[in-house]
């Protein structure tokens, strides 16, 4: 298999060539995207097949709950339960942006999105292009990094297919990401407005605590 290479505008996608990409999605396909930190692997998350793939393609341990991009902040009221004051703060300050917030996983998607956690890894995205391909699949997407495990992560779609261009069909190049650091982690799946860092990014751990004061 060689990947084909999908040019697609990063500020305004082509809405037929999202449909290229929701088409091969809902085919059951990994798909390489470029998010606002770095080129991710989308899959439809319902489709366990695909998801399984994600984790052979990377090597990652199935352990590790796969993080989900979403178009709008409604959404997580969708996918999560539980949500409370901690998540609309943080939500609201930080969304569209580089923070994945790991919360409760409702009943809409498979246990095994969230690795039989039952906590899900939800984020906004800046970029265009995977808001536009989620809105018109109507489901989120996976976004784990799209590289092989212990090799850097990829801010453009070349480096991709040097890593991965043999395993998937198809890379949207969307241009070189936003920024080169990942995202900020916090856990509020403890739930009773608890936090906690679980990797440090883009987002400063002091401008969270700061927008989670009382």
């Not at 991965?164 to 069909?169: A, E, N, R, S, T």
């Not at 608890?194 to 751990?205: F, H, K, N, V």
Request: aromatic share 4%; net charge negative; charged share 20%.
């Amino acid at each position: 298999m060689t990947a084909e290479t999908l040019r697609i505008h990063p500020d305004e996608p082509e809405p037929e060539l999202i449909e290229i990409v929701v088409k091969s999605l809902n085919s059951g396909n990994v798909v390489a995207l470029p998010t606002d930190t770095f080129y991710g692997l989308a899959v439809d998350p319902v489709n366990l097949r695909a998801v399984d793939r994600i984790y052979d393609i990377k090597t990652r341990a199935r352990h590790k709950p796969l993080s989900l991009l979403i178009a709008e902040v409604a959404q997580a009221y969708e996918l999560a339960r539980s949500l409370d004051t901690a998540f609309d703060r943080l939500a609201e300050k930080f969304w569209p942006g580089p923070l994945t917030i790991i919360v409760k996983a409702g009943g809409k998607l498979p246990l095994r999105v969230t690795a039989n956690t039952g906590n899900l890894a939800l984020r906004v995205p800046e970029a265009a292009i995977p808001r536009a391909i989620v809105a018109r699949l109507g489901l989120p997407i996976t976004a784990t990094s799209a590289n092989l495990s212990g090799l850097p992560e990829c801010t453009y779609a070349a480096g991709v297919r040097d890593q991965l261009g043999d395993q998937i069909p198809l890379i949207v190049d969307g241009g070189p990401t936003a920024r080169s650091t990942a995202t900020t982690i916090v856990d509020l799946s403890g739930g009773g407005n608890s936090w906690m860092i679980l990797r440090e990014g883009a987002i400063p751990t002091h401008e969270i605590a700061l927008a989670l004061q009382h």
